[in-house]
């Protein structure tokens, strides 16, 4: 059985997080792991006042240092339970019949990478719990995610809906292709209603558009694509909108245009501000 892996920290996203994930586990038959990271900045290590105290008083405040630093890790390690526990609740009600849960002290990245072999694709909310939500920040562990990762990342929307329209921001490359091909291949998307947008200058990308609006009639779907002028991230944003998408598709940039991309504008906007869930292919 196929794994979806699917990152948590028990934050506002959690469960749309969880309906996202038994969506995907419902469409392609596959069990969920879910990961609970305890990073290094959740844990407090006690400071060393002894320069400025005196021995024996600079010797029972650390006393008391290590123990408080050692109830907080007591804490994070109680509270990471419970949202694991409350996580495999949620998503064994949401009827997902294969639910794994893990604990890992250390970077959500380096969790990920450990257990993403032979995972499907991993689930993670566009914000986390130390997100800043009024000014709209996207959780600093999704762009190391997305930047990491070399399977499919789903980032799930503030609210799960049922996904019955997707679109495809294509522009043509290697990782868009991917995309094109995944929604042709997999089982994910089939039955819903597909379309393509192409950003682009008349004629640019327009052979490969066709191409890929080909493919996808291929694997059954009615495909409307449309080639568009202006600035991607408004343009592609303003289509979601307009078109009542319920699921945005992109390909997610190679090695060579990641930090431009993802640390960059077109991509960043693009998640901040669509108010729906984004598959992103690398």
């Given at each position: 059985?196929?794994?979806?892996?699917?990152c948590?920290?028990?934050?506002?996203?959690?469960?749309?997080?969880?309906?996202?994930?038994?969506?995907?586990?419902e469409?392609?038959?596959a069990?969920?792991?879910?990961?609970?990271?305890?990073e290094r900045e959740?844990?407090?290590?006690p400071?060393?006042?002894t320069g400025?105290?005196?021995?024996?008083?600079?010797?029972?405040l650390?006393?008391?240092?290590v123990?408080?630093?050692?109830?907080?890790s007591?804490v994070?390690?109680?509270?990471g339970?419970?949202?694991?526990?409350?996580?495999?609740?949620?998503?064994?009600?949401?009827?997902v019949?294969e639910v794994?849960?893990?604990?890992?002290?250390?970077s959500?990245?380096?969790?990920v990478?450990?257990?993403?072999?032979g995972?499907?694709l991993?689930?993670?909310?566009?914000?986390?719990?130390h997100?800043?939500?009024?000014?709209?920040?996207?959780?600093?562990?999704l762009?190391?995610?997305?930047?990491?990762?070399?399977?499919p990342?789903?980032v799930?929307?503030?609210?799960?809906?049922?996904?019955?329209?997707?679109?495809?921001?294509?522009?043509?490359?290697?990782?868009?292709?991917?995309?094109?091909?995944f929604?042709a291949?997999n089982?994910?998307?089939?039955?819903?209603q597909a379309?393509?947008?192409?950003?682009?200058?008349?004629?640019?990308?327009?052979?490969?558009?066709e191409?890929?609006?080909?493919?996808?009639?291929?694997?059954?779907?009615?495909?409307q694509?449309?080639?568009?002028?202006?600035?991607?991230?408004?343009?592609?944003?303003?289509?979601?909108?307009?078109?009542?998408i319920?699921?945005l598709?992109?390909?997610?940039y190679?090695?060579s245009?990641?930090?431009?991309?993802?640390i960059g504008?077109?991509?960043?906007?693009?998640?901040?501000t669509?108010?729906?869930p984004?598959l992103l292919?690398?």
């Open positions: 059985m196929s794994t979806i892996l699917v948590t920290d028990g934050s506002q996203y959690a469960a749309s997080i969880f309906q996202h994930a038994a969506w995907v586990a469409k392609s038959g069990g969920v792991h879910v990961l609970h990271v305890i959740e844990t407090h290590k400071a060393d006042l400025s105290l005196g021995f024996d008083a600079g010797s029972e650390m006393e008391e240092l123990k408080l630093d050692e109830a907080h007591r994070a390690r109680l509270r339970k419970a949202v694991l526990e409350d996580a495999a609740r949620q998503l064994k009600s949401a009827g019949a794994k849960t893990t604990q890992r002290h250390g959500v990245v380096e969790t990478e450990e257990f993403e072999t995972a499907e991993v689930v993670i909310g566009k914000r986390g719990e997100a800043d939500f009024s000014k709209g920040h996207l959780g600093s562990n762009e190391r995610v997305v930047r990491s990762a070399k399977i990342v789903l799930a929307s503030r609210a799960f809906r049922p996904i019955q329209k997707f679109l495809v921001a294509f522009d043509g490359g290697p990782s868009a292709l991917k995309a094109i091909h929604a291949s089982p994910l998307l089939k039955g819903a379309h393509l947008v192409a950003v682009g200058k008349e004629g640019s990308p327009q052979r490969e558009l191409t890929a609006a080909t493919g996808l009639r291929g694997a059954g779907f009615d495909v694509a449309d080639l568009l002028s202006g600035h991607a991230d408004d343009v592609i944003t303003a289509e979601v909108e307009k078109r009542q319920d699921l598709v992109m390909g997610a190679g090695h245009r990641i930090r431009r991309l993802v504008s077109t991509t960043t906007s693009i998640i901040r669509c108010h729906v984004v292919f690398r």
